[in-house]
């Protein structure tokens, strides 16, 4: 391919990839601000409510994570059916999808609910235990219709379609604002409910979000010829099993990655309070980060998976390699931000110049693995795209949980780096995980039968 052609074609190419990833970048960000805002408003019930659920929502989080890593396979499965222009058979995923998703949501619900008593052996104070128990088991409920608006989503942005789950999502944050201002503080009658308050407001916004993307679908004719309708000509195992190949592995990459830096807190809470509030402030900065790396990985699924369903290997490789070049160049400003404002950025949570400081170190490390960070994000989203996730799971377990955290505990305590050690476990980690998920990229993409 001559250089003009290839330029013009990369061009093309990123900008569809970035057409895709701005509108899931958005609603990753207000994904993130339903947190931001629950913290902001449980914390003004009081300390203990704060810490019960910082503690209830990582616990929480662990088990949703399964759950959206297996929704998150409908999107490379319906572009795959797109690309291969067999739109009805689209209508097959979201379907026998439906059925997936809402009883690994019903799974999730009741492993939640019962794991939720596990907080009283975990050696906290007394009066953080109880709340944190009621405010995770009430998080529970909202696993169901949590899993049904991700159907939905994942179907629509399978087929590129990206705007209205991004807009639901946006105008949740306006529906989680006022439902944890009525059942936190007892406004409108309601009575004061505190922590679980926000629990049960949790539980309203995903309601509402999984009947507003529901109620769009089915009135917007786009969709008519995907055959969307919920008439079940059969229980499809062929498809409900593949959804399940390509979405269990998904959910764990998720798990063993959140789980890993939910360990290092555990890590670091041990050093002290101090390196574990600076700890939380930079890795909070670093996830904001991270969404913008998601938003691309997902956009490079689907790009990925319509080129694989039209059996297009040069489309496969342009759609990911402009992905990982969007990450890159994305993770280096980033980087630049993160070294440049160092001691501007923590002054944002906390006014203690001994977490400033602190803080400021690990920034410096999270912009060392800025860029290894998006790159194994994105690739992980690539090969998700070919439907490739067994080795890729492997890999993640091996980078996080054999490299990432034994070395981070080797350079924290035993070299006695500290907190700064466990996070350059962090910058080993994903290092490991960039270059392995992006040579296996490079191998599928040369070598698999099309």
């Known amino acids: 391919m001559k250089y003009e052609e290839f330029k013009r ?81 689209c209508g097959v995923v979201l379907r026998q999808g439906l059925l997936v998703n809402i009883l690994v949501g019903i799974v999730l619900m009741i492993v939640n609910n019962t794991a939720a008593i596990t907080i009283r052996y975990m050696d906290q104070p007394q009066e953080v235990v109880g709340q944190a128990i009621a405010y995770m088991e009430t998080l529970g409920w909202s696993m169901v219709p949590m899993m049904l608006f991700l159907t939905y989503k994942q179907f629509i942005e399978g087929l590129s379609v990206m705007r209205p789950a991004m807009i639901i999502t946006l105008l949740a944050n306006l529906v989680n604002i006022v439902a944890n201002w009525v059942l936190i503080f007892g406004n409108l009658g309601a009575p004061e409910m505190g922590l679980v308050g926000a ?47 390509v979405g269990l592995p998904g959910g764990l990459q998720y798990f063993f990655e959140v789980g890993a830096f939910a360990g290092s807190a555990i890590l670091i809470g041990w050093l002290g309070t101090l390196p574990l509030a600076a700890h939380q402030i930079a890795l909070n900065l670093a996830a904001i980060t991270y969404m913008f790396a998601l ?15 039209r059996k297009d290997r040069h489309g496969m490789r342009m759609a990911g390699f402009s992905a990982f070049s969007m990450a890159v160049t994305m993770t280096l400003i980033f980087a630049t ?53 067994r080795i890729p799971t492997v890999i ?21 780096l500290g907190v700064k050690g466990v996070w350059y476990g962090f910058v080993v980690a994903l290092t490991v995980s ?14 698999m039968k099309v």
């Open 396 to 416: 993640t377990f091996v980078a996080y949980w054999l490299i990432g955290l034994p070395g981070g505990y080797l350079l924290g305590f035993t070299f006695g």
């Open 337 to 389: 931000i993160f070294v440049v404002f160092r001691y501007v950025l923590p002054g944002f949570y906390i006014d203690d110049p001994q977490v400033v400081e602190v803080a400021a170190a690990l920034l410096l490390i999270a912009a060392l693995f800025q860029i290894s960070d998006g790159t194994q994000a994105v690739g992980i989203g690539v090969l998700r795209g070919l439907t490739d996730v």
């Open 199 to 245: 629990g049960w407001a949790t539980f309203s916004t995903r309601i509402s979000m999984a009947a507003a993307i529901v109620i769009y679908v089915y009135s917007d004719r786009r969709f008519k010829p995907y055959d969307i309708t919920l008439h079940y000509r059969s229980i499809n195992r062929k498809v409900m099993k593949e959804i399940l190949r």
């Open 9 to 89: 074609e990369y061009k093309r190419e990123l900008k569809a990839t970035t057409m895709v990833a701005i509108p899931v970048i958005i609603g990753q960000l207000g994904q993130m601000m339903m947190g931001v805002v629950d913290s902001i408003m449980v914390g003004r019930v009081g300390a203990a409510p704060l810490a019960a659920s910082s503690i209830a929502h990582g616990l929480f989080m662990l088990l949703m994570v399964i759950g959206i890593g297996v929704a998150l396979a409908l999107s490379p499965l319906v572009s795959i059916q797109l690309g291969a222009g067999k739109p009805k058979e």
């Open 295 to 309: 938003g691309i990985s997902s956009a490079a699924a689907i790009r990925v998976g319509l080129a694989l369903g």
């Open 434 to 447: 960039a270059i392995l998920l992006s040579v296996r990229f490079e191998y599928r993409t040369r070598h």
